[in-house]
């Protein structure tokens, strides 16, 4: 199946600061979404983004389908962007999402 | 918010007992997922519907049954629970429309003793 990695497992930040959280996957995709899940445990849909770029207030993803890899901007970091945060694609001709292990972002006021 | 409710939110039960976990969606989404989640390893796909009676395996299915007799209930079922099933267990739907959004229900934290 497909391999979802996903950089840098960790990140600690200052309020305010800027990030970027990188997905790489091993095959064409045609769903790719991005998930936030905050510290009481709740999943919540960020970006549907097989393709292109799209935005969304501080954050935005940008997809790069032909390189096999997408990127998610967290601009003017606040502490509840604390969480951790997914990237799952799936490949052509499956309905299936396979998840990345996750980014934890820690935002320290 | 998609309408989707879990329960129990939490359940300790023992070894070899059967134990049944629902997921209820309000908005008559066709597909409905089943996914655990452990440390380590992402969120990973048991079972999904596809439809009433429509049902597919995902990538942890060994140990799971599944049931959708309705539209919006989606039954997790563990015939013989294991130690190796303590997990935190997430119910999501597919939105309809162009994109094929998964949104999450709030999740259901199982101990097998």
């Known amino acids: 199946g497909i391999q979802v990695e996903q950089s840098p497992p960790d990140l600690i930040l200052q309020e305010g600061a800027n990030s970027t959280l990188r997905c790489n996957f091993s095959?064409?995709?045609?769903?790719l979404q991005w998930f936030h899940q905050n510290p009481w445990g709740q999943l919540i849909n960020l970006f549907y983004i097989p393709s292109g770029t799209k935005q969304n207030g501080r954050l935005s993803a940008t997809t790069v389908a032909t390189e096999r890899y997408s990127l998610l901007y967290i601009s003017s970091s606040q502490t509840t962007d604390s969480g951790v945060y997914f990237c799952a694609p799936s490949p052509f001709g499956n309905e299936k999402l396979t998840f990345g292990t996750g980014t934890r972002l820690t935002i320290i006021p | 918010d998609a309408g989707i409710t879990q329960s129990p939110r939490h359940k300790v039960t023992e070894t070899g007992t059967p134990v049944t976990l629902r997921c209820h969606q309000t908005?008559?989404?066709?597909?409905m997922y089943w996914y655990r989640q452990d440390p380590g390893h992402g969120l990973r796909l048991i079972h999904y519907?596809?439809?009433?009676?429509?049902?597919d395996k995902g990538e942890v299915s060994d140990g799971y049954s599944v049931s959708r007799s309705k539209t919006e209930d989606f039954l997790l079922t563990l015939e013989s629970a294991t130690s190796s099933q303590t997990s935190v267990y997430f119910c999501?739907?597919?939105?309809?429309?162009?994109?094929?959004?998964?949104?999450f229900g709030p999740g259901t934290r199982l101990t097998v003793l």
């Open positions: 519907s596809y439809g009433v009676k429509d049902t």
């Open positions: 095959d064409s995709v045609n769903n």
């Open positions: 908005e008559n989404h066709r597909y």
């Open positions: 999501a739907i597919r939105g309809t429309g162009s994109t094929d959004t998964q949104y």
